[in-house]
């Protein structure tokens, strides 16, 4: 029995490490990390909006919504507002210059996107407990030992190494990083991937 069931490595598609990093460190000469709005331990920039529509990748569109059980009772509870994943398929121009248009279009090519974010988790910090609407791609640009994703009971690291990896989000899961660097990854919603 394969315990990482809710983790996938996509075949045959890899991307190259050091382009990764060095478009991240183009993108963040140009943007700053979007907080949503003030969201503490959230960093997030947007590669792909609503065809012109700037503000679909600001504030709480940066984030979108989830469910968590914040407390003792364990009752679930609604977090952020619904995004129509589907409408995002522009690339934002900005960064058309970087190695991450040429994952984004490699991407668009075998699965139905909807936002294509990259995501900072600073040192030493976690997410909620929460499940989200859709699956997520992964792919880790910067990790430590101590990033590690919990997908209901199992947690498991994703090296930063080029590969794609897909976790089943619809279920609760979180995520640390228990290091003392930013972990970031480029984070897509997938619209229409199922976990069999």
Not at 110 to 136: A, C, M, N, Y
Request: charged share 25%.
């Amino acid at each position: 029995m394969n315990i990482f069931n809710d983790f996938h490595t996509v075949q045959n598609l890899k991307f190259n490490p050091q382009k990764l990093q060095k478009a991240l460190n183009e993108v963040l000469e140009i943007k700053k990390y979007d907080d949503a709005g003030g969201v503490t331990n959230f960093g997030a920039i947007c590669l792909n909006q609503i065809p012109g529509d700037p503000d679909s990748i600001k504030g709480n569109n940066a984030r979108g919504i989830y469910w968590t059980k914040p407390d003792h009772t364990g009752k679930e509870s609604s977090r952020d507002k619904n995004i129509n994943e589907s409408s995002y398929t522009e690339f934002v121009k900005d960064f058309e210059h970087t190695y991450f248009k040429e994952v984004y279009d490699k991407l668009s090519k075998k699965f139905k996107l909807g936002r294509v974010r990259i995501l900072l988790k600073q040192p030493r910090s976690t997410l909620s407990w929460h499940r989200d609407p859709e699956p997520r791609l992964h792919i880790p640009i910067i990790t430590n030992p101590g990033c590690i994703m919990v997908i209901e009971n199992v947690a498991k690291h994703l090296p930063a190494d080029g590969s794609v990896y897909i976790t089943n989000n619809l279920k609760y899961h979180n995520f640390f990083n228990g290091g003392e660097e930013n972990r970031v990854h480029l984070v897509a919603c997938l619209t229409d991937y199922k976990f069999n």
